[in-house]
């Protein structure tokens, strides 16, 4: 049998328990990693509650929109009613004036044969179209102004005859000869064929003629009686033919 182990009433002295250095910084290890491990919680919690904030936030905006659309859409419905029952009404009066006015035409035509007359109608009057104008060329014109009274006026070109250009009052005409233009008193653009020699009675003026189309050149008239020279301006000459 082994012997039994001594016990302190037999003799043996307590020693007193003293910590030791390992001990200590064990302790200190501890109570800085619980401390850490606090903080990570609360910092968890921390998260755990604004992500619960923020997803709370979401859906109050969601459902916030989904009333809008629920509301824009309400609208439209009503907007929708409102104008089916407008165009409704029309159909309906359309409905009831087309109708009445043929019961009205035939009311009309049936009390007119009753009476022996023709009944009234309504003829739109005929279309008038206007006639399509074409601008008229402008005439070959001369005009002759200046002290000599007597060849004095404007003259345009006889239709059809490009050797002779009459006043308007017919009482004088230039008249083209071999060596130019010559005035000549006449009787309703009608001037004497012995109308070539300077006077009173015969030639009261004349012009030289142009190289390039046979017209008077435009500038002063030779005038063998007075003296008293006049201007030629011929205006449209591109159309003196």
Avoid at 7 to 22: E, K
Avoid at 55 to 62: G, H, I, L, W
Avoid at 183 to 195: D, I, L
Avoid at 198 to 215: E, L, N, Y
Wanted: with cysteine.
């Amino acid at each position: 049998m082994r012997p039994p182990l001594p016990s302190p009433s037999r003799g043996l002295t307590a020693t007193p328990r003293t910590h030791s250095p390992l001990a200590a910084a064990t302790s200190q290890a501890w109570s800085a990693a619980t401390t850490d491990e606090a903080a990570e919680l609360k910092t968890l919690g921390d998260r755990k509650i604004d992500t619960g904030k923020a997803k709370r936030a979401y859906d109050d905006a969601v459902a916030a929109q989904e009333k809008q659309a629920d509301k824009h859409e309400a609208a439209e419905k009503v907007t929708g009613a409102k104008l089916k029952l407008k165009n409704d009404r029309q159909d309906d009066l359309d409905d009831l004036v087309g109708p009445l006015a043929t019961a009205r035409a035939t009311a009309a035509r049936e009390c007119a044969e009753m009476r022996g007359e023709q009944a009234e109608t309504t003829v739109a009057p005929p279309t008038t179209v206007a006639p399509t104008t074409t601008a008229a060329p402008k005439l070959c014109t001369a005009e002759v102004t200046g002290p000599n009274t007597r060849i004095n006026g404007v003259y345009i070109i006889k239709p059809g005859d490009s050797n002779k250009m009459i006043r308007t009052d017919g009482k004088m005409v230039m008249q083209r000869r071999s060596t130019g233009w010559d005035w000549c008193p006449a009787t309703n653009g009608v001037n004497s064929p012995n109308c070539r020699h300077g006077g009173t009675i015969q030639r009261q003026g004349h012009k030289f003629a142009s190289a390039k189309d046979g017209f008077p050149n435009e500038g002063a008239i030779t005038d063998w009686i007075a003296g008293d020279h006049s201007l030629l301006k011929l205006i449209n000459r591109g159309n003196c033919k």
